[in-house]
């Protein structure tokens, strides 16, 4: 099992930025597929982006062109680099890989 420790979240105006990272132990880091999820108030926990081991990005529709993810596997961390963020981005923003969850990161986007 992995465990998962995020930062980073907070609040930011509509327009601005963030950068959430993800320690990540208990595994071999560099052999894990990392990936972002986040979950808005009565809504359910949707798909980000995704890391591969090997580097391999892919991104919901609505991160692509704003939202970057990387990775630096001798830190163990994983990163959400979010840009121009909106209102509609807002929740608690959840690192996993393999079958585990951190304990999430809320992120707040005013208008």
Known sequence: QVQLVESGG?????GGSLRLSCVASGRIF??????WFRQAPGKQRELVAT???VGVT???ESAKGRFTISRDNAKNTVYLQMNSLKPEDTGVYYCWSWDSWGQGTQVTVSS
Not at 10 to 14: C, E, F
Not at 30 to 35: H, L, Q, R, V, W
């Open 51 to 53: 890391i591969t081991r």
């Open 30 to 35: 560099s052999f894990c597929n990392m990936g």
């Open 58 to 60: 892919n991104y919901a």
């Open 10 to 14: 907070g609040l930011v105006q509509a």
